[in-house]
């Protein structure tokens, strides 16, 4: 059985590392002179923070050691300053624990001794002889002499030579010293009568010596950035999408010779191993952050007065190391939940004939290229009410995760179980995943996070509206089902899907992206996000596949996206985040047909004058079409970019920023409005003019100084086509 | 003062400090991207990547009357962040020196007389920067 530790400490190394290091520069600044006032905080602080993280991966003889450190450093935080004298029993505590996280036993009790001695020493500073002077130079030259072992033993075989007196307190006064286990370090424990040496006073050069003389820590792992796995994984993926579109290129199996089908199978397997493998590097099992789990909920529990035990299931199950990293935050908040208002108190749970401890269980099982993260508890579940209004209203994940809603069944200062789900929920969704709810009034709660095993590799369905191609993570999507008619259940696009009605929405409208109209026979793909089902509608369904998943980057992060993919036929497909479909529930349905688009066409007028725009706006109402008005071009861009609507635009030359004919060359440029109809309108009016309009890509050009309604509606409808 | 790539943008002449640029490149296919800012045209794989695709005019606020020819894209690179945007051309690439006069876009380090015609010099990680800051 592997060490679950191991991985851990990996993570914590460079932490720890980095914090000595800092511990280390202000101890030698002092010992260098410095008064020390100013770095008292940061040390303490950094030895603080290390004794915590060793406590949390089990290394109690290193949380020990910096426990005593602390404890010193206390006592100087107190006084104000910082005898330079306390620095080498400091320094050699910080070499020690270096050497611990690098694989080398600690000698925990001499270490423990040495503080001792420096806390005495510190709180009676005139009882002994002077702290930090050194030792003479006998004993000096006999300790950098030989190794650390010897050194002790040969004070400690001379009674007579010590020159500080037997320390006190012993190590056991020494809080949280007392659960050490000893480990072996070549030193019998010191026997009675035998005078425990004082290690001190150790120069650092004896320190690193003794380390150094100590066989070379073994190699258990090797560090690599993860940016260089990404890179590997991304290449892999590029590799098997080139083996994909050479298969595709050969044509049908049955027609190669059987050689080539032979290598080209035993090619595809190969890869797919590599990938495998490379998608197992940035993997780690949940082991290696449930470590302080269990210490969390016990405390919770303590905290509210509960009695409940907690198990891990599962902890050896893999996940991304991104994600793994996110988890706890949200694993946290779920269990802190679940002991505050899942479990009840115990003369309550008697009552219902259960245990009166309550029990949690955390959960994590593979599905596939998902990972199920649950968190379960046997606690008093959703009241029946909540559970019936979550039947009718869709599902409970999206009940108790709308804001504020809460289960706590009386006013508390503690928030109810909702609160704080809508971060969890959200945290799913953007890592490509989902949350689920399962509870039984009465017998307890299921809190399911769906997570994508890697964050790289993603299994979507692929599918087509208008020219582009899009992908949904296959974990959301149901059922795929073709659409005979289109009905509409309250004005609303619907569709009824094994006798029940959906809400249905194109997913142009729900991307805001240009399309023409649906297919007669449209797709439906039945997906479930946030907990309720709806029915997005494409032209096409393309199929399944894993797909290597491409970040967008910073300038497209608002966009609403997963990431991107490069498909086997070398087209981009784009992967919506599931909760932007799910939005179209309320405010982008669109009937299933049809050819034309319901309503008048909308007509964007972008003009900086008032009241020209309300002219135009006012004649273009009238004749029955719909008007939204921007102000510049830039506005205009921004509208047209949003609603994918806008049926034609009418532009004032001049405007402020952006103008008429900069927004008719944006509208050219971009590939999915370059045909929308433009009309410039200008007081400028000169043959000059009119040329640049056309050139710049509009479509019709109308002076104001002979502005006609008639002649503007004419142009409107010829362009429109109404 | 270093090394530019001088460049036309809508028949107007700039450069960029060739420190951002990673190469030219043709157009392309472009792969539109519904919801992102209007700057952004879409994006389109270039060396195994995904990159977006900026309209410089449109950034620049060019309005210049000017029939827009082929298009190329410039490859910039920012803090490891890849985009590319339209241009017309690639003028030259040279050494350039002398003051940058203070430009009134937020988007150019500044400008500069060159064999008689002004020169702007294109603040690349300005316009990422902004443009990541509107897009997010």
Redesign the interface.
Known sequence: MTDPDIELREAFHEDVTHRLDEMEAALLAIEAGDPGTGMIDSLFRNVHTIKGTAGMVNMTDMATVAHAVEDILAVVREEGKFPPGLVDPLLHATGALRARINGAEMPVDPLLDELAVGLTALRQPRSVSPVGEPAGPAARTGATGVTGVAETGTVAGNPDSPQIPRSQPSPEQLPGSGAVEIPAWGLPAPGPGLPIAPVRPLPPSAVSSGTGSSPVPEQRSVRVDPVKLDHLL??IG?VVQDGRRITHALGPEADLPEELSATLGSGARTLEQLRESAIRMRTLPLAAIAGPLPRAVRDFARAVGKDVTFTVAGADTELDRLILESLAEPLTHLLRNAVAHGIEPAADRERAGKTPSGHIELRAVSRGSLVEIVVADDGRGVSAEVADRALREGSLADLLASAGYSTAGQVSHLSGRGVGLDAVKSYAHSMGGALEIRSQPGRGMEVILLLPLALAMMNVLLFERGE?VFGVPLAVVDEVVEVPRPTTVGGRPSLTVRGRPLPAADV?LL????APPLRTRPHALIVAVLGRRMAVLCDALVGEEEVLV????????????L??A?LGD???A?LPEPA?LARGRYDAVAPVEPVHPPGPPKILVAEDSYTVRQLQRSILETAGYQVVTARDG?EA??I???D?GIAMVISDLEMP???G??LT??I?????RAALPVVIVTSLGSEEDQR?GI??GADAYMAKHNFDQQALLATVERLIGR | MGTYVRLKVAAEAYAVPVGHVLAIVGPGDLTPVPGSLPEILGVRKLRGQIVPVINLPLVLGLTAAAPQPQRQLLLAEVDGVKAGFTIDEVSSVGDLDGPLEGAESDFLLGVMVRDGELLGVIDVPGILRSLARAGS
Not at chain 1, 511 to 514: F, Q
Request: glycine content about 18%; charged content about 25%.
């Open positions: 991304d290449l590029e582009a142009a991307l805001g992206a240009h491409k970040p967008l980057g910073p300038l497209l992060a608002g966009a609403g996206y990431g991107a490069v070398g087209r981009i784009l932007v830039r861009l921004r047209i970019s949003q994918a920023g952006l103008d004919l900069g060359r944006a050219r440029g971009d590939p999915a640049k050139e710049a």
